[in-house]
């Protein structure tokens, strides 16, 4: 069984930072692309950041500047950090993986977790 599993959400203040995580396992060959997502109460799911196996990376233009992703290829781990946190960054973040597996080539989601930005 495939699975993404992420990590490190919560409540920060106006300014903070988080750092999110989000870790593949299972019996996976390859990841291609890694990207985070986010879904704001009542709004539709956003892109906000995604990662290329080779390291490109391209940001949605309210987080540039604020947000960083990066990713470990020895762990199938990629991560978000988030500085200069804003109110309406409050979101589920959901990070989404395009992995070759045993059952084929098709991108996988995370659960989700919860970002709040509120003082």
């Known amino acids: 069984q495939v699975q993404l599993v992420e990590s490190g959400g919560g409540l920060v203040q106006p300014g903070g930072s988080l750092r999110l995580s989000c870790a593949a396992s299972?019996?996976?060959?390859?990841?291609?692309?890694m990207d985070w997502y986010r879904q704001a109460p009542g709004k539709e799911r956003e892109l906000v950041a995604s990662?290329?196996?080779?390291?490109?990376?391209n940001y949605a233009d309210s987080v540039k500047g604020r947000f960083t992703i990066s990713r470990d290829n020895t762990k199938n781990t990629v991560y978000l950090q988030m500085n200069s946190l804003k109110p309406e960054d409050t979101a589920v973040y959901y990070c989404n993986a395009e992995m070759s597996t045993d059952w084929g080539y098709r991108g996988y989601w995370g659960q989700g977790t919860q970002v709040t930005v509120s003082s």
């Open positions: 990662i290329t196996s080779g390291g490109s990376t």
């Open positions: 299972g019996r996976i060959l390859s990841i291609n692309h």
